[in-house]
């Protein structure tokens, strides 16, 4: 038996050797600098050792790996950057080079080195690790539930790059494996044989022997498409069937990116490529794609949003230290409309006993009536169980009287948005809940500080802020009001951290974070509407930009009379000038004169008929001033107005201390409204931008639209020093 | 610079471009050596006079492959000393032949050659030799790739013209074929595709339908509708020209160019070159002019190719008296006579490719022939001969009777 670090590594007496991951301190096997190393030590023992007839790899873990160390991805591109500074670019690429492909080429030792080699896989097995299945000989799946295969990369903005997506394409149908390399679904086992993608599905603890059973029957060290006369499963590139799969998808990529993801072209044309050479010069390259999207800022910058600036926030990185767990056993809901009824569903499924009030029973028992369809929904598409339903149902208490909530741990208040109506509530349940109860309100409008004021008990007041669709929506915005102390900021993280969304603590101000953000893409929208840019172009900028709908589709969602009724708020709180005078006649025109309320009454910007997909309302054209010939029209400026205005807000936020940490309103930004996802987030596509550009671009933009694109100190001073959020958060840190 | 002239043109009929075309039966290098053979005998050419054959070919492959230019001139009997040459740029090719021809005349390097084109749909298939542009990502995505047919709808959608539009133009395409062939106007130039015993195997078009009207073009359904959605290309047609909400699809088989087996041929030369020959030349070419253009909307290319064309010739529009503008689609046409101001009366006087049939490659060659056929017929002096290409290209030729 020889020792490494991360493998232990024996061979029976048959002559079949098992190597099994399992790395000492780590809850998770991952693919490290240090593993790639004993890999090969391993490859080369099997490969020259006579007596030792073949390996199964295997995982001493629950889990077989969640793939490569992105850390380690992300440091060998500083590691280029620094290099290319030292020997200069062509230098330092030539081994940026080599060192991005060592994965691939280590696999590739593994599939060609004469010995068979068996993955046997237990829970997920992801990314890199599951490359290395690909490449392995044999693969086998345990049959649990949990047991997961798949190739996520796309997610962070890479892609498969040892081997992946090489194999893929040689194991299935082209179209089949463009779709699960663009998606980076987990598949399941039983799916995951029907795909092709492995060979054998057997309980847990027949993983290995299955493996060995198969090296001992003379299973081939030779991959399939090593073999003469292999055919791809799709033929080849150019011929009637290749013409059939390649143009459309290259269309759907167009259509289901906009292009604003290198990683899918990537994916894409590696595939295209790849399937047209032998192997080895296959995995060339797919290695030249992958040293360049490595070295791309989108692949930067989502790394460090949806992985690891997500992993840190859930995982309650803005969470008081000194503050111990917060017990939350019983969870008030007061309000049982659309929002208190979903934010009951949402608890009570995280296995919270939930007291759901509202004025009388039956407005309770309705608002219970939400979890009932929604845990219908879930037993029609299989997801649940009948006993899961009753279960859930029998967690919700519906009440009207307040005193069921003497005993509850948080209150959260989701009534109609009036300062009088919120203060009664309050006062209600302040009467009645314990000293240590946590209220929260999730008004969405309404300052914290403002209604905290109505509250006995104001450092114990916090604003837990829910998004529509609750039961889809992952982001939280929990706001601090001026008292908030730091006992209601953990019990609030805590909360969505027991219901498995991500939390973004931000502090009081109108419209919090991502409203006011949102608001700035409407208003932008609006705006071009009236410069007279047609409508479909406007749409169309916010799609290609990347937002998930135009700004016109997005006021028709959330309501053109909402949108109306804020501004008017806002105009009667603010004044005058801090509202666009046009965007107020515009909505007036739309909601008072056309009773245009947006999709809700099936007529908006857009109409709604009853069969067949939205139109832009015709009758548009008469409420724009004058009509833009499109042709003279700069799309991409049209693309960057609608990106920017969102993102100086948000720089706004930060001047103004309602965002403390730049993961927050990138994170925020995302899961709250879809904010371009390929930037990584509002903050990091100015850092990734550069402050200095932006600020230009933001100076260009104010001189031709105007001072809502006047640039905020904060940018000045980042543009002056060099300064990034990131950076500036950093040196905060540190200090 | 020498004068380019026009000393004959010829072309075969269209045989409708399926298995059960008349035409199918006729190898692709036959269809060419019978216009090749008729420019020889009518003219009493002796071919060793002939420095170049060109020939346009959309899918050199298999039998229309490595040089067909070749293959047929030698198989029409012109020598070993007589060399040709196959060009490729899709839909313009056989007219971008005659045009390569004249420019070797008008350079002196060349005192009679042969421009034209061949396309058997029937027996290679649309398509067959394959090309990055759809399937290569690396070219497109950036591009926008897009099947023809889902770029006439945007051209469709973006200029306004409705079904009844593009039905209606169809339905004139087809009254004024039928009217020609009823004339006569087209016999000077069809040449009968025989077989080896002299028994005609096809002497008219065969793809027209004259019977056609709004109310049988009504119920065919669009033809791209489906692909534009589950394909993905109305979402790239939109993102090129995002001022576009929705495609609306109204291209159908009726309103399309017929998809035909034929040949074309066009004898150029300088004025030496006729006299050599003994020949009196028939027109002399202008100018000719190709571009690159928009490649979503591709077939707009004729516009900005005619405008160009024109300016080289030291003429405008209104200098000449008839269009002729190969009519890939309806909207192809319509957007033409929209862009240009046109007097619709003007264009494609006799009909096209949505009656006849657009055998690719040659088209080119052939209508450059019809057009100048029907000067004589009228007794008019000039004519623009345009077709749309694929990739976003256009070619044009402007002619003028001698």
Sequence with gaps: MTNFNNFRFEVDGDGIAVATWDMPGRSMNVITTEVMGEL??????????????????????????????????????????????EKGPEEAMKAFFEESRRLSLLY?????????????????????????????????????????????????????????????????????????LLKGDQIRPLMARNMGLVHQVVPRDQLVQAGKDWIKGGGSAEAPWDQKGFKLP??????????????????????????????????????????????????????????????SKEAAAMIRTFFLSMQELNKGARRPKNVPPTSLKKVGVVGAGFMGASIAYVTANAGMEVVLIDRDTEAAEKGKAHSHKLMTDQIMKGRAKTADRDALLARIKASADYNDLKDCDLVVE????????????????????????IFASNTSTLPISSLAKTSKRPDEFIGIHFFSPVEKMMLVEVILGKQTGDKALAA?????????????????????????????????????????????????????????????????????????????ATKEQLGEAAIVPAQEQLLTELVDKGGRLGRKNRKGFYDYPENGPKRLWPGLKELQPKHLDAETLDMQELKKRLLVTQALEAARTVEEGVITDPREADVGSILGFGFAPYTGGVLSYIDFMGAKAFVDLCRDLQAKYGDRFAPPKILLDMAASGETFYGQAEARKAA | MADAFIYDAVRTPRGRGKADGSLHEVPAVDLAVTALDAIRRRNDLDPI???????????PVGEAGGDIARASALKAGFGKEVPGIQINRFC?????????????????????????????????????????WPADPGIAVPYY??????????????????????????????????????EGRFKKSVIPVKDINGLTILDRDEHMRPQTDMQSLGQLKAAFEQIGDMGGFDAVAIAAHPDVEFINHVHHAGNSSGIVDGASAVLVGSEEGGRKAGLKPRARIRSFASIGSDLALMLTGPIDVSELALKKAGMTKDDIDLFEINEAFSAVVLRYIQALDLDPAKVNVNGGAIAMGHPLGATGGMIIGTVLDELERTGKQTALITLCVAAGMGTATVIERV
């Design chain 1, 40 to 85: 090969s030590a391993i490859i080369e023992t099997v490969a020259n050792d006579a007596a030792i007839k073949g390996c199964v790899v295997t995982s001493g873990k629950d889990s077989f790996s969640g793939g490569a160390d992105l850390g380690m991805l992300q440091e060998s591109k500083t590691q280029f950057e620094k290099l290319a500074k």
């Design chain 1, 108 to 180: 590739r030792r593994l599939e060609t080195s004469g010995k068979p080699f068996v993955a046997a896989i237990h829970g997920v097995c992801l990314g890199g690790a599951f490359e290395l299945a690909l490449a392995c000989h044999h693969r086998v799946l345990s049959d649990v539930d949990a047991t997961r295969v798949g190739l996520p990369e796309i997610k962070v903005g890479l892609f498969p790059g040892a081997g992946g997506t090489q194999r893929v394409a040689r194991l299935m149908q082209t179209g089949d494996a463009l779709q699960m």
């Design chain 1, 234 to 295: 799709s033929n080849k590139v150019y011929t009637p069937a290749g013409m059939q799969i390649w143009p459309p998808a290259n269309a759907i990529y167009r259509r289901e990116t906009q292009d604003n993801y290198p990683a899918a072209r990537a994916i894409l044309e590696a595939v295209y490529q790849g399937l047209q050479l032998p192997m080895d010069q296959a995995l060339r390259v797919e290695s030249r794609f992958f040293a360049k999207i490595l070295r």
């Design chain 1, 414 to 437: 989701a009534v109609f948005e009036d300062p009088k109506v919120k203060a009664d509530v309050i006062q209600k349940v302040e009467a009645v809940i314990p000293a240590d109860c």
């Design chain 1, 492 to 568: 609030a993280l805590d909360f969505v951290r027991a219901i498995k969304k991500t939390p973004i603590a931000v502090n009081d101000s109108r419209g919090f974070f991502a409203n006011r953000c949102v608001l700035g893409y409407i208003l932008e929208g609006h705006l071009m509407f009236l410069e007279g840019v047609p409508p479909a172009m406007i749409e169309n900028a916010g799609k290609q930009a990347g937002m998930p709908v135009g700004p016109l589709s997005l006021n028709d969602e959330v309501g053109v009379d909402l949108g109306l009724k804020i501004l008017r």
């Design chain 2, 49 to 59: 006079l002939v420095e170049d054959v060109v020939l346009g070919c959309v899918d």
């Design chain 2, 92 to 132: 313009a090719s056989g007219l971008d032949a005659v045009n390569l021809a004249a420019a070797q005349v008008m350079t002196g390097m060349k005192d009679i050659a042969i421009g034209g084109g061949v396309e058997s749909m029937s027996r290679i298939g649309m398509g067959a030799s394959g090309g990055a």
């Design chain 2, 145 to 182: 790739f897009l099947p023809q047919g889902i770029s006439a709808d945007l051209i469709a959608t973006k200029y306004g013209f409705s079904r009844d539009d593009v039905d209606a133009y169809a339905v004139e395409s087809q009254k004024r074929a039928a009217r020609a062939w009823e």
